[in-house]
């Protein structure tokens, strides 16, 4: 099957709000021109106590990550997400996202099978490029190289910052009431761990989890998301190591109210359950 743009690309606001996770999209919205808007959930900002309902088990790594991801344009160092399975990773991130109204570019290493798809996913985001029959479904940008992936990413992240700084002067006088955007810009990695498996995928990992040092853009926060712990990674290669937060599995009590929520009988399901 040939590849296809990540689907937070193509109708962001209906892929990430309605699933918190990007899907495939079988074609895109021609007539929509991308917009910094893109890089973010739009007006469907959500509160914190809707995202704490919408994972039960999870209330300490919710507020963690929101505290490693300090406050409105402050510099943070890469942080990864481990854990289990379905556990909740990738769909707290989103959500947690969308709560802050934070941009973002998300690629996950399931879909992006391979180092030019991935480069070329996260350069297309970032440039606010979107493939559709007009382009003749083509990326951006054609890169393969970790070197010319550096370059082209850090001219296409000057471009986002500087949008999002004249957003930001405009919002607060256009828009006083809402949520600000910032102006940094995050990089998600999903599935980080099938990289190993990838050819000189040892190469490509330790060339991600030195891309923030490389880079040297206190704009842009890194956020690594793995089905292996950090230690896995670790080979002092003199990069700075990712803030580990780790999602454990979730308990019987956990899982009992996951299956609880949205029943219109909880009672009767409650019962059903034990």
Same mark, same amino acid.
């Given at each position: 099957m040939?590849? #296809?743009?990540? !689907?937070s690309?193509v ?9 918190s ?8 919205? /021609?007539?929509h021109?991308?917009t910094?808007?893109d %890089?973010?959930?739009?007006?469907? !900002? ?5 995202? @704490?309902s919408?994972?039960?088990g ?5 507020f ?7 406050? %409105?344009?402050c510099?943070? %160092?890469p942080? +990864?997400? *481990? ?7 990738t769909?707290?991130? %989103?959500?947690v ?5 934070r941009?973002?570019v998300y690629?996950?290493?399931?879909t992006? *099978?391979n180092?030019?798809i991935?480069?070329?996913?996260i350069?297309?985001? !970032? @440039?606010l490029?979107? #493939?559709? !029959?007009?382009?003749? $479904?083509?990326?951006?940008k ?6 010319d992936f550096v370059?082209?990413l850090?001219?296409a992240?000057s471009?986002v910052i500087?949008? @999002?700084?004249?957003t930001?002067e405009?919002s607060?006088?256009? #828009?006083p009431? /809402?949520?600000?955007?910032? #102006? +940094?810009? $995050? @990089? ?7 990289i ?16 923030y040092?490389?880079?040297? +853009?206190?704009? &842009?926060?890194i956020i690594?998301?793995s ?5 896995? *990674?670790?080979?002092n +290669?003199g990069?700075?190591?990712p803030?580990? &937060? $780790?999602?454990p599995?979730y ?17 009767l *399901?409650?019962?059903? &359950?034990?």
């Open positions: 040939p590849p #296809k743009e990540e !689907s690309k109708t962001r606001r209906s892929t990430r709000s309605s699933a996770v990007t899907v495939e999209n079988s074609e895109p919205i /021609e007539s021109t991308p910094i808007d %890089l973010t959930f739009g007006e469907e !900002s959500i509160t914190i106590d809707a995202v @704490l919408n994972f039960p999870r209330r300490s790594q919710i963690d990550f929101i505290r490693l991801m300090g406050p %409105l344009d510099p943070t %160092l942080i +990864m997400i *481990y854990g289990g399975a379905s556990t909740g990773k769909s707290v991130v %989103l959500q996202l969308r709560h802050l109204n941009p973002f690629s996950s290493c399931r992006c *099978y180092p030019r991935l480069f070329e996913s350069l297309n985001q !970032s @440039l490029h979107r #493939k559709c !029959s007009l382009n003749g $479904y083509s990326s951006a054609r890169c393969d190289k970790p070197s370059n082209l850090r001219e992240l471009s500087k949008t @999002l700084e004249s930001s405009t607060r006088s256009d #828009k009431d /809402e949520k600000p955007m910032g #102006k +940094m810009v $995050y @990089l998600i990695l999903d599935n980080v761990d099938l190993r498996d990838w050819d000189k995928g040892t190469i490509i990992l330790q060339f991600l989890f030195s891309l040092t490389v880079l040297k +853009m206190p704009q &842009l926060g690594l998301i089905g292996l712990p950090p230690d896995v *990674y670790y080979s +290669m990069y700075t190591d803030i580990p &937060l $780790y999602f599995e308990s019987e009590e956990d899982l009992r109210q996951i299956f609880l929520r949205n029943q219109p009988n909880r009672k *399901y409650s019962a059903f &359950l034990e």
